[in-house]
């Protein structure tokens, strides 16, 4: 026997169906374009402009909402237990389990959908990545609390930019430090986790500095082996520069959306709650020593380097014609053709012809 999956009345009809209903419950509750909290923002707006007797009638409907969201839970934690049975009476009715729970009844199913080459739908979200570019602005006062909050006229900062400031009178404390702003309004932004209830009063000036550069990142949503990671749900990633202070050992701040745990909830799949410190390598430093090829002390053999084939002068060369960038970089004249490969990173280099590898590693 075979389980039913859709047919028009199987396996898969049944949980669509009660998917559908979670969907449409969850619309209805947790929708601003569409559901009831858009209805409730239309009728609050209809009330702006009435007395205050009329602004006071309707003053609790948030807190209502609120409740009938809360009160939705029961409702789709029985569709989820219904989904559930579903599965474990399909399951047992084609091939008895040997226990009726959802583990041994998804293990007859994936059984049965390998074997016949079945499959669902996996999650493909795109990828693509914006720069903010650096901006700045006037600052024109600071206050004295905890947090520090900025005043600066139509800033554009967002949540989480990286913010330096300079040229502040009285309030010097601050100057030349790395802060993430907390937007208040169009005009200000907290400076998160700083207090600054013991600085000296701000007086006049300063500016502020976010975002330096326009950096490309490179985004993929394959595993290291090039499978494509179908579980992966879409998000927002900020990933901003949060100490610049050693040149070529930088670090940087990934923070995704905040996370919702209830696969049941209408705010859900919401973000992976992620924060992750990203260090930067230099091929000079902590990467492979002379990993730059800028050190030559043997005349067109890099330092730290071996020639495992081809020779020094016919094969490789020092390039200090500043072809490619200020300094010295290697000049690979492999295949008979010129070819200047000035940040190679790899612990062995094998190419067809000449290719060299790293010494005492």
């Known amino acids: 026997m075979a389980i039913d999956l859709d047919s028009g009345s199987g396996l898969f009809d049944k949980l669509g169906k009660l998917k559908f209903l979670l969907n449409t419950i969850n619309t209805n509750i947790g929708s601003t374009s569409s559901g009831w909290p858009k209805e409730l923002n239309d009728a609050l707006v209809e009330y ?16 209502n909402l609120e ?34 729970t959802v583990a041994a009844a998804l293990t007859v199913l994936i059984d049965q959908m390998n074997d016949a ?20 602005g006037a ?19 967002a949540d989480g930019d990286i913010v330096t400031i300079s040229g502040v009178a009285g309030m010097t404390e601050v100057n030349g430090l790395r802060f993430v702003a907390d937007v208040v309004d169009a005009n200000s932004y907290r400076l998160t986790g700083i207090n600054s209830s013991g ?38 990633i900020l990933v901003g520069c949060d100490n610049s202070d050693t040149s070529g050992s930088e670090t940087f701040l990934a923070v995704g959306e905040s996370a919702v745990t209830d696969k049941l909830s209408h ?64 000049r690979w004249m492999g295949m008979a053709l010129p070819c200047w490969p000035s ?10 012809r000449p290719t060299l590898s790293i010494s005492g590693r």
């Open 67 to 100: 409740e009938a969201q809360q009160g939705a839970n029961g409702l789709k934690s029985g569709i989820r237990i219904a989904a559930q049975n579903t599965l474990i009476a399909v399951a047992n009715a084609d091939d008895p389990l040997s226990s009726l």
């Open 199 to 236: 600085y000296t009063a701000y007086s006049s000036g300063g500016l502020w500095h976010a975002n330096y550069g326009n950096g490309p990142i490179a985004l993929s949503v394959k595993d290291g082996s090039g499978n494509s990671l179908e579980n992966v749900l879409a998000e927002d």
């Open 117 to 136: 080459s079945e499959t669902v739908d996996a999650s493909e979200p795109s990828t693509a990545y914006t720069t903010r570019g650096e901006r700045t």
């Open 343 to 352: 940040r190679k990173q790899s612990r062995v280099w094998k190419v067809a």
């Open 267 to 330: 705010l859900w799949p919401a973000g992976s709650g992620a924060s992750i410190s990203l260090s930067t390598i230099n091929g000079s430093t902590n990467l492979l020593t002379n990993g730059d090829f800028e050190t030559f002390t043997v005349t067109n053999t890099p330092d730290d380097w071996t020639l495992d084939t081809g020779a020094a002068t016919t094969d490789f060369l020092e390039e200090n014609t500043n072809y490619l960038r200020a300094l010295p970089a290697l």
């Open 139 to 157: 600052i024109t006062g600071i206050t004295q609390a905890n947090p520090a909050v900025v005043t600066s006229s139509a800033h554009g900062l």
């Open 48 to 63: 702006d402009g009435g007395t205050n007797a009329e602004r006071a009638a309707v003053e609790n409907l948030l807190n």
